[in-house]
């Protein structure tokens, strides 16, 4: 993770996350927290986070993802872009599934 932190200094970058044997990217935006989660995971990694968004994304459960670094929670919504608020410290960003997935 230190690794990903070191790679993640731009505003918005790639992660590659593994669930049920399928690859999928996520762009990733810094600064930005989700505020209408329908779900919340403790104590996970942000691979685990956006592995669980990817889960949930076949039927519309999960289309954004937000992560806070330091208390490593994972905030799942089925809302899109409208469900995430700018302003948020470093710490928060969000995970956006690319191609819907």
């Known amino acids: 993770m230190g ?3 070191t790679l993640c200094f731009t505003v918005i ?14 762009n990733i ?7 209408n ?3 919340i995971i403790k104590s996970v990694s942000q691979i685990d986070c956006a592995a669980s968004c990817l889960k949930l994304a076949g039927n ?4 954004v993802a937000g992560y806070h670094s330091g208390s490593r929670e994972c905030h799942l919504s089925s809302h899109m ?8 410290t470093d710490e928060w960003k969000i995970l956006i ?3 819907g997935k």
Request: contains cysteine.
């Open 3 to 5: 690794v990903f932190t």
């Open 13 to 26: 970058c790639f992660v590659t996350a593994l669930a049920q044997n399928n690859h999928a990217t996520f």
């Open 29 to 35: 935006v810094k600064g930005v927290k989700v505020v």
């Open 37 to 39: 989660g329908t779900k």
């Open 60 to 63: 519309g459960e999960c289309k």
């Open 81 to 88: 872009l409208e469900a995430a608020v700018a302003n948020a």
């Open 97 to 99: 599934p690319e191609n």
